[in-house]
């Protein structure tokens, strides 16, 4: 069966960065483009790019564009997602998707990173 | 960006009732519109995309309708799994953006 297996919690200081990672199974991961989205908790959801793990190709939301890396490695099936120069404002439960389409039929089970001094 | 206006935000009903949400977009966006179901602590599951196709697996009791600026999902008798946050989400234009969702509680 499909199953999206994100990295655990982590819990950083304003200005580091972040890379969580999301190994994939059951499919044939370079069939399908993975998203991330995030999701601050109690709130609603906000979309930050996808990967084309078949050909590196990325698109990113411009209100990320220049902080955030969407890169796949396709001989272990794991997509990884780097944010940069972390706020508090960054402070989220992270998603990665498959993308079926362009929605996301399957959903790894979020990675909570905090950012806090 | 598109905004998507959900409507109501905050619902409350009982089992076996019908309900129906509405989803606004700032703009046209043809069909390109999925509906998402969050129960706490999850991860959302896709349950409509195409504004109208239902996902394999999504009971038949789910259904959604609209083109251009207006969607609508309907949930007929509902059943105690339904109780959840509903998000519509647009894929016509980039950046994707959802609605900030219609919490469904039991009444």
Redesign the interface.
Known sequence: QVQLVQSGAEVKKPGASVKVSCKASGYTFTGYYV?WMRQVPGE????LGWVNPNSGGT?Y???FQGRVTMTGDTSINTAYMVLNRLTSDDTAVY?CTRG??????Y????TLVTVSS | DIQLTQSPSFLSASLGDRVTFTCRASQGISN?L?W?QQRPGK????LI??ASTL?SGVPLRFSGSGSGTEFTLTISNLQPEDFATY?C?Q?HS????????TRLDIK
Not at chain 1, 44 to 47: A, K
Not at chain 1, 107 to 110: A, E, K, N, V
Not at chain 2, 43 to 46: I, S
């Open positions: 998203h609603g959801l906000e979309w698109s939301a411009q209100k998603y079926y389409g362009y929605q996301s039929d959903w790894g089970q979020g | 390109y999925a998402y991860a959302p599951n896709l995309y195409a996902h998000y989400q894929l980039y950046p994707i953006t959802f609605g900030q969702g």
